[in-house]
């Protein structure tokens, strides 16, 4: 069930997100377009609501109980930035904006872009961890919480390996411009 709704939050994100900018662009009605973009967090609300209360009812913390935390974590993190991002493309097409900022493609502007990506990242992590270490406490059971904490080993890897994958290997072996 909890696999189903932190589906549905992620469809929800995205048609709000979708609407919001339709209403504040092609049909320009920023106000309606501000309610509709407010109400994209609200999606997160939810899902951290109903993963609180199934773990209050005494379930044993799953897959996606983990999940869900690193969903919220992640939206936390990158959401303004998937904001920014559509906000652009729309301005740019529906109300003669300038065209969307790509990301650099090398020298150290695109070592910056990947740090700062990183960063934000690990405060996705953090905040991941911070609702599984809720979680755990709010459980109250290693047995149970277990799903939990190997989701904090999960994410810690995955940060990790993108530290170097990424900000690491671009510092390290910048890409040249091409001239």
Not at 86 to 109: E, I, K, N, T, Y
Request: charged share 15%; aromatic share 12%.
């Amino acid at each position: 069930m909890l696999l189903a709704l932190i589906a549905a939050c992620e469809i929800g994100f995205w048609v709000l997100l979708g609407a919001g900018l339709v209403a504040r662009y092609p049909l320009r009605r920023p106000r309606l377009g501000a309610v509709l973009l407010i109400g994209v967090p609200l999606v997160d609300l939810v899902l951290l609501v109903a993963t609180v209360v199934d773990l209050r009812r005494g379930a044993t913390a799953t897959f996606a109980h983990g999940l869900a935390a690193a969903y919220l974590g992640f939206s936390v993190a990158f959401g303004h930035s998937m904001v920014s991002w559509a906000d652009q493309r729309f301005a740019h097409r529906f109300a003669g904006g300038p065209p969307p900022v790509r990301p650099p493609r090398a020298g150290w502007a695109r070592t910056r872009y990947e740090w700062r990506e990183w960063g934000k990242g690990v405060v996705g992590w953090a905040v991941a961890c911070g609702l599984l270490g809720a979680g755990i406490l709010l459980v109250d059971d290693p047995v149970r919480s277990a799903e939990l904490q190997a989701w904090v080993l999960r994410l810690t890897a995955a940060i990790v390996i993108w530290l170097v994958i990424f900000p690491l290997w671009e510092t390290i072996f910048p890409r040249r411009s091409r001239r």
